[in-house]
């Protein structure tokens, strides 16, 4: 049994992350603020003696003993990490200066969720590990993105300059049960909007791809990433490399829902990446890791729990 800290567990990624760790008989300490993350996608895990829940801003300072801690905190679609640009640039940095301070005082590995936005607009197509990426520094992604990548230079500092033992995941976009229903981002968007029948809002001309990634891979992937003993710390990229535009993505979920909904073009906010794939040999040869989960089953176990949450809330 270990003693495993997950920042911001009870958000999307954290919350499924925080069962499976339970599940493999861990004790765990599930840390968040609640900003976007909610007690109800940790409910059912409230009961058990392994399971402490604690809030939490990892902008300030935290002590306990652990072995491994995932630092998930942070908000991660675009109109929730610009409602407070400044808090959210805070998050990363001083959330991983924090995280870092205790995994050198406690001699624990340390994994950071990184992300492709490092890669900002990619100019490079897939995107690999070593491609340095094209980030705007002053736009409104740069809270994130930049907030980002200044946490992955702090854990190869700490790397370097303290031996802390530290992984870095850059995830591609992920989806699944468990995301917010308010959370802005383009797959519950597009799900709630077919599942009432309302317009789907594609911004720009949906010729920009992403990749989307079913959440229970993705989890695998940080497990793998965080219990790798030949001391691969990456950065490794996790995602799911099939590629498609968001407007097919659009005609598929009105397929998938069987809806009604009509498709609308609304105005794309800036920096928005034209697009975005995973190269994953790396994660391939060294975790022996890639996403098993299709696309159309991953996404039917989502549009099923959104139409339980919506249900829920009429
Ligand atoms: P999410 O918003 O659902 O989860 C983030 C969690 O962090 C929430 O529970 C939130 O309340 C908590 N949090 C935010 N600020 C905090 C703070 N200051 N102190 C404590 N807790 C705080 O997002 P997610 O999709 O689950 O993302 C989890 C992590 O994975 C994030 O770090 C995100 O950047 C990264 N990531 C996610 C994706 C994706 O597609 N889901 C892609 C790339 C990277
Ligand atoms: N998007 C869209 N309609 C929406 C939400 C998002 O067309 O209602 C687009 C968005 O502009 C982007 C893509 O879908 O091009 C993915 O957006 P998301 O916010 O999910 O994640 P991103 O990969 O941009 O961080």
New binding site residues.
Partial sequence: MKRILVTGGAGFIGSHLCERLLNEGNDLICLDNFFTGSKDNIRHLLGNDHFELIRHDVTKEFFAEVDQIYNLACPA??PHYQYNAIKTIKTSVLGVLHMLGLAKRCGATILQASTS?IYGDPQVHPQKEDYWGNVNPIGIRSCYDEGKRCAETLMMDYHRQNHVDTRIVRIF?TYGPNMAVND????S??IIQALQNKDI????D?S?T?SFCYVSDLVDGLVKMMNNNKGFVGPVNLGNPSERS?LDFAKYIIELTNSNSKIVF?E??SD??VK?KPDISLAKSKLDWEPRVDIKDGLLKTIEYFSTKLGELK
Avoid: A, H, M, W
Avoid at 184 to 187: A, E, P
Avoid at 201 to 204: A, E, K, L, N, V
């Fill in positions: 679609s675009p936005e976009n802005g981002r383009v797959v968007n597009f809002t594609i911004y720009g949906g920009q992403r968001i609304k794309l906010p928005d990446p975005r």
